[in-house]
C-alpha cells in the first residue's frame, strides 16, 4: 500500500506555509476556496491578466474568456453528473450565491411564511435567509441537531418543527456535511411529514 503524499499535497496550498505572530498557522475553517493550492491562484492570475474581458466580443480577450468560462461549466458539470453545462452556476462565492437565490425565492414569499434553518451550517448559508426573513416578515424557525451525533436531520427534529402549507422554505445543505445515505433519510423524513 502506498503512503499518502502529505507533504506534497501541503507544498500545493501557499497558505499552508503561513506564519503568524505566534508561529504556524493553523486553519481549522472548511470553505472551499480560503485556501487554494497555487495552481489555483496562477489560473485565476492567469485570467484576470490575459482574459479580463465582458463575454461575447469579437476580440482575443474576450473569447479567452468565454473559452474559460465554458471549460469551468463543463468541467464542474462533468465532475458533478449535470446533464449539460448550462445547469451550473458559478459565482463569486458561496455566500453570495446564496443570497442572491434566497431573493429570487422571497419574491414568492409572504409575511407570515416560514424559513427554516439549521444550527449546524455555515453562516454564509443561514444569514442570507435571515435577512429575507427580517425584510419579508418572515418566520424562521431552526432545525436542532443531535449532539451525541452531531447530524441535524432526522425524523423527530423535522416532525417537531410542524412543517405544513405556510412552510416557504426549508434550506439545508445536502453536500457540506452528509452522506448520500444521510441526504435520502433527510429526504425520506420531509417526505414522510409533509407528504
Not at 480560503?34 to 492567469?46: K, L, S
Not at 465554458?70 to 448550462?86: P, Q
Not at 444550527?119 to 427580517?134: C, K, V
Not at 435520502?184 to 417526505?191: P, V
Request: glycine share 8%.
Amino acid at each position: 500500500m502506498h503512503e499518502f503524499p502529505i507533504d506534497s499535497v501541503r507544498e500545493a496550498f501557499p497558505a499552508l506555509a503561513a506564519q503568524s505572530d505566534a508561529g504556524t498557522t493553523i486553519f481549522l475553517d472548511n470553505p472551499a476556496g480560503t485556501q487554494v493550492p497555487r495552481r489555483v491562484a496562477d489560473a485565476v492570475a492567469a485570467a484576470m491578466l490575459e482574459a479580463s474581458s465582458n463575454l461575447g466580443g469579437y476580440f482575443t480577450q474576450s473569447r479567452t474568456a468565454e473559452g474559460i468560462w465554458r471549460d469551468a461549466h463543463e468541467a464542474m458539470a462533468d465532475m458533478l453528473g449535470a446533464g449539460t453545462a448550462e445547469e451550473i452556476v458559478i459565482g463569486p462565492c458561496m455566500t453570495a450565491l446564496t443570497l442572491h437565490m434566497s431573493r429570487g425565492i422571497g419574491r414568492e414569499l409572504s409575511p407570515g411564511d416560514e424559513i427554516i434553518v439549521t444550527r449546524m451550517d455555515h453562516e454564509g448559508d443561514i444569514s442570507p435567509w435571515l435577512h429575507l426573513a427580517q425584510d419579508r416578515r418572515l418566520v424562521v424557525k431552526w432545525l436542532p441537531f443531535n449532539r451525541d451525533t452531531w447530524r441535524n436531520y432526522a425524523y423527530e427534529p423535522v416532525r417537531h418543527l410542524g412543517l405544513g402549507a405556510d412552510t416557504g422554505v426549508m434550506r439545508i445543505g445536502l453536500a457540506h456535511y452528509n452522506t448520500a445515505a444521510e441526504v435520502e433519510q433527510t429526504l425520506a423524513a420531509l417526505e414522510s411529514v409533509i407528504g
